[in-house]
């Protein structure tokens, strides 16, 4: 699956783990060629006069081809649904022009070392380099190589919010449901890395941070946010058919620990019947076990779907509400939908359904995602005994 590895010296070079953050690698990569169309044959920036300083969302002019210097590097997990995901976004990526290499980064002992080695001289040439996850170890280790003066984060959802915050207090950069958590030996060792890729993530005279995103973030002094107004989504697809019902999207809050299984049961059920949901649109990292379950006991019918819900709700069909937990996608998929008339709704997180293992942050964060969502009906969390 390896595309051509891409030479250019000076080149950009962006490291994904994710199909989000494939797709906001897309994004990016479509507003930075409008930017560079406009600079060439006016020497101004394009308009952002669109939600967030984004560009309007309206029609869409399509694009000059994506950058034409800029490899994706896919590290490619080993779970089978995210798998399955990113192949079909890495097609999308080359439909764009885009180069992709496919590293199995996870496939075995050696294959770090061998990932690592085989990217370093490129790590070393590139201008750019661009991540969709700064708390990923592999990610840190990568940074430690580079030299690239222009260093651009782009979204893996509501962790880019955690991050910006960490960055401006200068802390190590640690995920927000893992805050609290006992530091283990591979921690210890890691820690240099970590150290150096927030040195790295810090803009000083010779290096520029820009962070791509659709989440609300304060930058510290120095990084530049560019604000996703998935214009790429919109010019690419729909817009959708919509269907009288609701749908509801689902959550990987119980898998990470943070949410009681009983509990998320029970408050999906009672959103189902109260909003006359069809469909579940599974989060992909949601066990089978659980999905199983849920369609048992509420009737849903369970979507595994096959690429990020941005693209599969820009597609249609999708129901004329759309219910979702606190997440990522009560921020992007207003933006994705924008003018289409679907109405996007969130349910608050009771702090009862918090399992005594959650992070002492996780019922302030999960608000935080809630209270700073744009164009979204706010649901009162639903009362579960």
């Not at 939600?51 to 950058?67: A, K």
């Not at 790590?123 to 260093?151: H, K, N």
Request: proline share 8%; glycine share 10%.
């Amino acid at each position: 699956m390896a595309g051509p590895s891409g030479d250019r010296t000076g080149g950009t070079l962006a490291f994904v783990e994710s199909p989000v953050q494939l797709l906001n690698v897309l994004e990016w990569a479509h507003l930075d060629a409008l930017r560079a169309s406009a600079a060439a044959h006016t020497g101004r920036e394009p308009h952002t006069d669109g939600p967030d300083g984004g560009p309007p969302p309206g029609p869409v002019v399509d694009p000059p081809r994506l950058v034409a210097d800029l490899t994706v590097v896919v590290l490619s997990p080993t779970d089978p649904m995210t798998r399955g995901q990113l192949r079909r976004m890495s097609e999308l990526a080359r439909g764009e022009g885009m180069r992709v290499r496919w590293e199995e980064a996870r496939g075995g002992a050696t294959a770090p070392l061998r990932t690592i080695g085989g990217l370093a001289a490129e790590l070393r040439r590139a201008r750019r380099i661009v991540i969709g996850d700064p708390f990923s170890r592999y990610v840190q280790l990568l940074l430690t190589i580079t030299r690239a003066e222009d260093l651009v984060v782009v979204d893996d959802g509501t962790a880019t919010m955690e991050f910006i915050a960490q960055l401006a207090r200068g802390e190590r950069l640690v995920r927000w449901h893992r805050r609290g958590g006992r530091t283990g030996a591979r921690d210890l060792v890691l820690a240099p890395f970590a150290s150096s890729a927030r040195r790295r993530l810090t803009p000083s005279d010779g290096r520029t941070v820009e962070v791509f995103s659709s989440m609300p973030v304060e930058p510290p002094p120095g990084v530049t946010v560019t604000a996703n107004a998935f214009a790429w989504t919109r010019a690419r697809f729909g817009p959708p058919r919509i269907t009288r019902s609701a749908d509801l999207v689902g959550t990987s809050l119980v898998e990470t620990g943070v949410v009681d299984p009983d509990r998320y049961l029970e408050a999906v059920a009672d959103l189902a019947r109260t909003h006359h949901a069809t469909r579940y649109f599974a989060h992909r990292r949601e066990s089978a076990d659980k999905l199983h379950r849920l369609a048992t006991e509420t009737g849903l019918e369970i979507v595994r779907p096959d690429l990020p819900l941005e693209l599969i709700a820009r597609r249609g069909p999708i129901g004329r509400t759309i219910l979702s937990f606190p997440s990522t996608v009560v921020h992007t998929l207003p933006l994705a939908l924008a003018g289409t008339g679907v109405e996007v709704a969130v349910c608050d997180i009771d702090p009862a359904w918090l399992t005594e293992h959650a992070s002492p942050r996780a019922q302030g964060f999960l608000s935080g995602v809630t209270g700073t969502a744009r164009d979204v009906h706010r649901l009162q969390s639903v009362r579960t005994v």
